[in-house]
């Protein structure tokens, strides 16, 4: 038997037989792993609090074979006005759902858990439009997973000038005369790229911290969205949680 300690959040769960529950925990240097938590569905069980869905915690495991077992558990962040918004439980359920996807286990995770916790924060603690929040942490994610889009000049000329489209075939931006000859490339405003290039830019803590004009809010989303979809070769929805 091997103990170990590691901090996480709890991104799904399932019910076992009894008090039982199943968790799949994200974290920073073990990647998704699975754990049980014994009990923790009883009223008065100390791990109630800490292995609740979207909890941060740290977490006392044991490793019998494949299996992970919480010994104990502390909260850290539980995000509470998550839990108390349904539209807020929606999209922080939505973007779970991405980063479930694109973790695996015994895969170091930190920039990526990093970066769920700054957007469950988001969602939680700030009034910024939702859907924006959805949009920077999509494009962001995709730097991560390697998939850099070129933001800083014509993917086609190399021209610096008149950007005007972004490529989602060719991975970057086009200039106006070179996307008018890409038939899939998406029209930008100038505000849309400088929100991209700033988004890819900024340092890990800084990427929520700016605005964009209401109009290209829409833009945004439409580019990271598609850009996602056709690097993880699936079509996210946010989908209503009745
Ligand atoms: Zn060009």
Same mark, same amino acid.
């Given at each position: 038997?091997?103990? &170990?300690?590691?901090?996480?959040?709890?991104?799904?769960?399932?019910?076992?037989?009894?008090?039982?529950?199943?968790?799949?925990?994200?974290?920073?240097?073990?990647?998704?792993?699975?754990?049980?938590?014994?009990?923790?569905?009883?009223?008065?069980?100390?791990?109630?609090?800490?292995?609740?869905?979207?909890?941060?915690?740290?977490?006392?495991?044991?490793?019998?074979?494949?299996?992970?077992? !919480?010994?104990?558990?502390?909260?850290?962040?539980?995000?509470?006005? !998550?839990?108390?918004?349904?539209?807020?439980?929606?999209?922080?359920?939505?973007?779970?759902?991405?980063?479930?996807?694109?973790?695996?286990?015994?895969?170091?995770?930190?920039?990526? &858990?990093?970066?769920?916790?700054?957007?469950?924060?988001?969602?939680?603690?700030?009034?910024?439009?939702?859907?924006?929040?959805?949009?920077?942490?999509?494009?962001?994610?995709?730097?991560?997973?390697?998939?850099?889009?070129?933001?800083?000049?014509?993917?086609?000329?190399?021209?610096?000038?008149?950007?005007?489209?972004?490529?989602?075939?060719?991975?970057?931006?086009?200039?106006?005369?070179?996307?008018?000859?890409?038939?899939?490339?998406?029209?930008?405003?100038?505000?849309?790229?400088?929100?991209?290039?700033?988004?890819?830019?900024?340092?890990?803590?800084?990427?929520?911290?700016?605005?964009?004009?209401?109009?290209?809010?829409?833009?945004?989303?439409?580019?990271?969205?598609?850009? &996602?979809?056709?690097?993880?070769?699936?079509?996210?929805? !946010?989908?209503?949680?009745?």
């Amino acid at each position: 038997m091997k103990y &170990l300690k590691t901090s996480g959040v709890v991104i799904a769960e399932s019910s076992m037989e009894d008090y039982d529950k199943m968790l799949t925990v994200l974290t920073p240097n073990m990647g998704k792993i699975s754990c049980i938590a014994r009990g923790a569905k009883k009223n008065n069980s100390p791990l109630m609090a800490g292995t609740q869905y979207l909890c941060f915690s740290d977490f006392n495991l044991y490793k019998t074979k494949d299996t992970y077992s !919480i010994n104990s558990c502390e909260t850290i962040e539980v995000f509470y006005n !998550i839990r108390t918004d349904l539209d807020k439980l929606t999209v922080a359920s939505f973007v779970t759902k991405i980063i479930n996807d694109v973790t695996t286990e015994n895969q170091g995770s930190f920039n990526t &858990l990093k970066l769920y916790l700054n957007t469950l924060y988001m969602i939680s603690e700030t009034d910024k439009d939702l859907d924006f929040i959805v949009s920077v942490f999509k494009l962001r994610l995709l730097k991560i997973l390697g998939f850099m889009p070129n933001v800083s000049e014509c993917v086609e000329c190399k021209s610096k000038n008149k950007i005007a489209y972004f490529s989602i075939k060719d991975d970057g931006v086009k200039c106006k005369k070179c996307g008018k000859l890409d038939k899939g490339a998406i029209q930008i405003s100038e505000a849309t790229l400088n929100a991209m290039k700033y988004i890819l830019g900024a340092d890990s803590k800084k990427i929520f911290n700016f605005s964009i004009p209401k109009e290209c809010e829409k833009e945004l989303e439409i580019v990271t969205s598609l850009y &996602l979809n056709e690097k993880l070769e699936k079509e996210y929805k !946010i989908e209503k949680i009745v």
